[in-house]
């Protein structure tokens, strides 16, 4: 069985502040994805991964997202 890893995403609002939007186990396939997709759709919205951290603390992968606007 596949092993995963904790994935927390954040908004950035314009204000500059961070907004958790959620937090999934995914699996490897989807974080190596991140490799080639820089847009990912969560819960209806676009968003932009514009960085990540890997907080060795927790084990947890942390995307920062900014909105995309159409």
Do not use: C
Not at 23 to 32: D, G, I, L, P, T
């Amino acid at each position: 069985m596949e092993q995963g890893i904790g994935v927390i995403l954040f908004e950035k609002m314009v204000g500059g502040e961070l907004r958790q939007i959620e937090e999934r186990s995914w699996s490897m396939n989807m974080v190596a994805a991140l490799e080639h997709a820089n847009y990912l759709v969560v819960q209806g919205r676009e968003f932009e991964a514009v960085e990540g951290r890997l907080n060795v603390d927790t084990g947890k992968l942390e995307l920062l997202l900014v909105p995309m606007h159409s």
